[in-house]
């Protein structure tokens, strides 16, 4: 879907329905098309890389991911199941090797997440409404950060990576769009769940997080950016969290009981403490994070219930990460730093452009 752009600035104090120039509309849809074009191109590299190093464990580790189907690898990655899973069943039934399937899930879940995470942008009313210069500016942007992030997925490599930033960007997408009449709140209450279902068995704690980020954001505000009201949302959220964590739970007690961490403790703080090295990775990942973070809290008034429930996901997901996972172990958080770059970039215009040139921008009344 493509968004028409407008190129010019409303005066202030002039008409918000001003007419946008129909040359400098064309000049924009053709600039979401070009990201779009280029969006594609890095995933098609990306999961050509993944192909090779999943050729190289097929080939030279043959039977390496058995042991997780058969229900006798190490925990927590014998919980996390759902994709070495699903690629065992298009090895059963297409007789495709392992390297096939997950990359054709890397393929599908990453092309599915960058796009929505780029509609995530286009919806938001300041980049809509800027000038051409910073349309042009959160483009590019948003191009940087996806190739920054996306250049970290080989770092500690796992196939279930791109498959939860998909689902991620699902989830955010369906919480965040625009609220419509009661048949389409259905209809995303069900996808919520249906998504929270998936992601458990990939990563349960990705669900939890997120959507109790989205419970804490809807007990202190209006619910005002969410696709649901505020009372649903609330519901919702809880629902979602007990769809995940009864999943997890029934992955670890009802299927696979008898997994262990083999001598890798489960709080994991101390022991990246004591190793200096885990630290320049997770420093150098979270930089545009925490840029982001600093100025949501600087700049928090412009934030809605969907921009602080995805960012108190991410904090309570930050935390389950630095006390439960390795620091350095930074494709962790690739989910949610995806999700958390139409933010990033809406910051960064308005950090730009100024108060003056936001109130031009965006006039009295108009929801932000």
Known sequence: MELPLRSEAVPTGGSANAVANPQSGAKMLSLQRTTRVLLLAVVLGLCDQNYWQYSNVDRYFAGYWMPYV?????APEQYRI????????????????FR???????????TVGVLLVYDLLLRRTVIRSAPTALQWFASTGFMMLVCYYMAWVGFFFRPETLPSFGVTACMVWLWTGPRGKREGTLLTVIGLLAAAATQAWIRADIPCALNGGIFLACMVGSGRGLSISRRASIMTSLACIGVAA???????????P??????????????????????????????????????????????NTGDRGLIFGAVIYLILWVVLGKLDEVRIFIPFAMALIPITMELAVRRIAGPGEIAAIVPDGVEV
């Open 258 to 303: 008898h997994a262990t961490y083999e001598g890798i403790p489960v709080i994991m703080l101390s022991r990246d403490l004591h190793q200096p090295l885990t630290l320049p990775p997770f420093l150098i990942f979270m930089l545009p994070v925490a840029w982001t973070g600093f100025q949501a809290c600087r700049q928090r008034y412009v934030l």
């Open 82 to 97: 759902g994709v070495k899973m699903a690629a065992w069943w298009l090895v059963q039934h297409l007789s495709w090797g």
């Open 70 to 74: 058969r229900g006798i690898g190490a």
């Open 246 to 256: 009864g999943t997890q739970l029934y992955i670890m007690r009802g299927l696979y």
């Open 100 to 110: 096939y399937g997950f990359t054709l899930m890397d393929l599908g879940a990453s």
